[in-house]
């Protein structure tokens, strides 16, 4: 009797498993192949003559990037990895809407390397355009945001000479930090500051005579609040990189006193510290500078290996790095008084009392402050050589 009641109960069983296992075989519903996607590379803003936004997306053309024979172009021909659309409308998602209706694959934001805001565009002011990357789930915060110098469709446009597409030339140029870098969230936490200004880094085409081309940051715009007010070129931005501890890669030449010729000075790194202090109302910022160099070239007839011929080429670095950083203070500071240092930041964390009562005034606070550059140059290695290639021994200076 028991064993009956066992083979009934295990057929039962059974017969409950056949009849579930259908349900979880059902397979992925809402599936989309990715041969129904329109791949966004890239995104460009601009502002039309009317008012309105214009939208430009790079779209990957998949047939010709797999085939890795693509450049990037702007009608999506024989052998081009990518094509650009252009649409306009009230609001990003309304150029979006009218962009869908007109591409044969669903369009899809996850692959969107970098975002382009044309130079009208970002003079008229960027933060409402900036709502639909942070609020669409599917574009990421690690963007790379640039300002175009002219219109961002050009950019988008651009055939490049080693890469497949512009909007991978334009990251690469971001990841590698010769100038400024800037992703969404980092533009997104500028803006929100409240006392600070905000930075993007300036892109260019740069035109070679075979018709092809390629990207070039060639300097920084400057934003109070989200209206872009002012361009500043390549030489201060190595300032601003400077102040705002963000320099990864620099290039320094020193024309020696003592010697004839330049020397060529390689970062291998540094870090700048911000201390603000506050006496009897006096309002100072101390900006504490460390950098590590490599000598990677010596066209004098200078012994690096002397120690008192480092020390003085040492203390001629330290003075070169502060004239750039007065230079970029001069005009930042100075005259367009907007900070874009984290300066505010220092000090409302170290003086939250003080600082709220010139908060509603720290642009005028800020281009009065009394700033204090402390600086000391490193130099780690004289390179692979020890003394002037190519110089006669009688010839290079000891001391």
Same mark, same amino acid.
């Given at each position: ?18 009849? *579930? #296992? ?9 599936? $989309? ?10 995104? &460009?803003?601009? *502002?039309?003559?009317?008012?309105? *936004? ?5 779209? %990957?053309?998949?047939? %010709?990037? &797999?085939?890795?024979?693509? !450049? ?29 209706? =007109?591409?044969?694959?669903?369009? #899809? ?30 574009? /990421?915060?690690?963007?790379?945001? #640039? ?7 050009? $950019? ?9 597409? =512009? ?13 400024? =870098?800037?992703? *969404? ?27 092809? &081309? ?5 300097? !920084? ?12 070129? %390549? ?17 320094? $030449? ?14 291998? /790194? ?15 910022? $101390? +900006? ?6 490599? !000598?990677?070239?010596?066209? !004098? ?8 011929? +480092? ?31 984290? #300066?505010?930041?220092?000090? /409302? ?17 800020? =281009? ?8 000391? %140059? ?22």
């Amino acid at each position: 009797m028991t064993n009956l009641f066992l083979m009934k109960a295990l057929k039962i069983t059974l017969i409950f498993q056949i009849c *579930l #296992f259908p349900l979880l075989l059902t397979g992925c519903w809402d599936r $989309i192949e990715i041969n129904d996607l329109g791949l966004v590379l890239a995104t &460009g803003l601009d *502002l039309t003559d009317d008012g309105e *936004l214009e939208l430009s997306v790079q779209l %990957a053309i998949p047939m %010709a990037m &797999g085939a890795g024979q693509g !450049t990037s172009g702007g009608q999506g021909g024989e052998g081009q990895a990518t094509t650009v659309e252009k649409v306009t409308g009230r609001t990003i998602f309304d150029a979006i809407s009218k962009l869908q209706a =007109s591409v044969s694959r669903r369009i #899809f934001w996850g692959h969107n390397q970098v975002i382009i805001i044309g130079e009208e565009l970002a003079k008229d002011g960027i933060q409402k355009h900036m709502e639909f990357f942070v609020r669409h789930p599917a574009p /990421r915060l690690r963007t790379y945001i #640039f300002v175009s110098k002219g219109k961002a469709t050009d $950019i988008l446009k651009v055939v490049p000479d080693f890469d497949n597409t =512009s909007a991978e030339v334009a990251r690469e140029i971001a990841k590698f930090q010769v100038g400024m =870098s800037v992703t *969404l969230k980092e533009l997104l936490q500028m803006l929100s500051e409240k006392a600070s200004g905000a930075v993007l880094p300036l892109i260019e085409p740069e035109k070679e005579e075979q018709g092809k &081309g390629g990207l070039k940051v060639n300097g !920084t715009a400057v934003f109070k609040k989200d209206k872009m007010i002012a361009q500043i070129d %390549a030489k201060v931005t190595r300032g601003i990189l400077w102040l705002r501890d963000d320099i990864q890669l620099g290039a320094i $030449i020193l024309d020696p006193k003592e010697a004839e010729g330049h020397i060529s000075f390689d970062l291998i /790194r540094s870090r700048t510290e911000l201390l603000p202090k506050i006496e009897n109302d006096h309002w100072k910022m $101390i +900006v504490r500078i460390t950098t590590e160099e490599d !000598t990677v070239e010596n066209e !004098t007839n200078l012994n690096l290996m002397n120690p008192e011929i +480092v020390a003085r080429l040492e203390k001629q670095l330290e003075q070169k790095i502060e004239e750039r950083i007065r230079l970029t203070l001069e005009q930042v500071q100075k005259e367009l008084k907007v900070d874009i240092f984290g #300066f505010a930041e220092a000090f /409302r964390r170290k003086y939250p009392r003080q600082w709220a009562k010139v908060e509603n005034q720290w642009d005028e606070k800020f =281009s009065e402050l009394d700033v204090v550059i402390d600086t000391k %140059a490193y130099i780690r290695r004289p390179g692979m050589s020890t003394t002037p290639q190519g110089m006669p021994e009688e010839e290079v200076q000891q001391e």
